[in-house]
């Protein structure tokens, strides 16, 4: 049976910098890292933008990054957690340089920084448009050198196990499915690091992977663990429009730092209607925006026009999204970009302190699953791989002090293994994993948002789902949709306690 001090589920930009830190700093713990599919399937990978960090202090602040973050959260931000954010993005930044991560540089060999929606300055240090890839491949290389730390491809986690000792609920394994075996095991640990990212697949449209299905939120839930603010779901605004309801490719808003416009079927601009940033609101005001218009002119998208801009800066900077582009048959000097409002962040999530711990101790939540208190309603853009970073080292500093408090349970479980997964469970479960999307998306996109009849749809959902299970098999697809299903109902049940921005109101 496996047994390892450290158990993190999820190998993006959180998982990986937790495990980086806490591997080298005491190597006398032993580390597995679990990761659903292949390591570099993660949402950290597909960052185009880059990362949000003061590092010009002749022009910029941390006062004014401050400042912009808490306007783009709408009142709903922890000061002292954006404060502490900020502050100690710098220190990041240098650990990230010192695993040879690069960044791109201006001709004087200053960064070569960008601008995006929300910030009042240039601040973001990027890899060209493929930021995420570089940090994940630097991240990755180094922690197949660290000989503590042992990396499971292909491991999904179902459950965590937890017991009390002396009223206090400890976790104390976790329970997961071998895919390439095909078996459920169960790993014993003193902790556990949740870094499972987003849910952005509840929707129909996603720039997510199909990764995101919200598993660590579930099985936070499950374990009993509080869940918060998960009615903040952030849309961007510029996916690219394909006409297909899926994973949708990202258009960066470095493209709109960089000049370009948004316009109508007219090809006119419209954003200055909804603000006076136009292109540079925040995220939520221009897909609010972007939905009102395409609601008015009953068109299925809008337009990114680029043709104005210097071209050959652009293919420079932005060599990922124009060899997409290029691939559809759109080449941004002569045609319009058509882009559409997609889910992609989540705002809430497992509710976690200054040292991401959760309320049951020895469990902790990092990255885009947790509810630092940094976002409040509305992500800044490229706050995210920032806060994965600051709370992977915050959770790292405490657990070194931490961990001796939590002994292996002298408790092994031994879980029961299915058979071999019946074909047709897929297709039945694809089915119903769509209409979880299609409520949801409704459900967000009406202007009424009529929670009791939401909630009695996921009940007819579960009531479907049950008559597919047989023998109480687990399988992956059955997971990744009970998942999918409780993290609905968690999202609806926010909606109606507190309301949300509702960004795409059609109002
Ligand atoms: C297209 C796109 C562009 C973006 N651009 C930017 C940007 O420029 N700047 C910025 O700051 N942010 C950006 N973001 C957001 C940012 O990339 C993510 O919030 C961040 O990378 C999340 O990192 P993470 O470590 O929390 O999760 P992820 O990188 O998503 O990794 C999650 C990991 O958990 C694993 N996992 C999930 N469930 C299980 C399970 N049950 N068992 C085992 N493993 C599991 C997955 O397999 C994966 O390895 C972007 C997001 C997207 C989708």
Redesign the pocket.
Known sequence: MLKTDILI?????????FAMKTAKKRPDLSIVI????M?K????????????VVTNLLQDSFEQHIQDTLKSGGGQCDEEIVKMVVEQAPERLKELLEIGTSFDKNQNGQWDLGL?GGHSQHR?L?HKDR??LEI?KKLLNIITELPNIRLFEN????DLNTEKKENETHCTGAF?YDKNENKIKYIRCRSIIL????C?NLFEN????E???G??IA?AARAGVEIEDMQYIQF?PTALYTGKKSQL??I???VRGFGAYVVNEDQKRFLFKYDSRGELATRDIVSHAIHKEMHETQKKHVYLDCRHLDMKAFYKKFPAITSHCNELGLFPEKDLIPVVPAA???CGGIKVDRNSATAIPNLYA?????RTGLHGKN?L????????LVFAHQASENIDKTIELYQFSSKVLIPKFPNKEIKTDYVAFLILKKEIQALITNFYSSEERNTDYAIHKIKLIKNAAETLIHNQEITIPF??FS?MLTVALIIIKHCKKRKSPYILSLN
């Open positions: 589920v999820g190998s993006g930009i959180s998982g990986l910098f679990m990761t659903k599919k390591a399937n993660t949402s950290t990978q597909l960052a185009q933008g880059g990362i949000a995006e973001i990027h930021s995420g994940e491991y999904q986690v179902i997961f870094s499972t990212g987003g952005g996603t720039t997510n992977p990764i995101a299905t598993d660590g099985i961007h490719f990202l960066s808003e470095a992609h962040y989540q990092v990255g885009e699953c947790a992500r853009a490229s706050n995210s791989l920032l806060e994965a997971i990744e998942n």
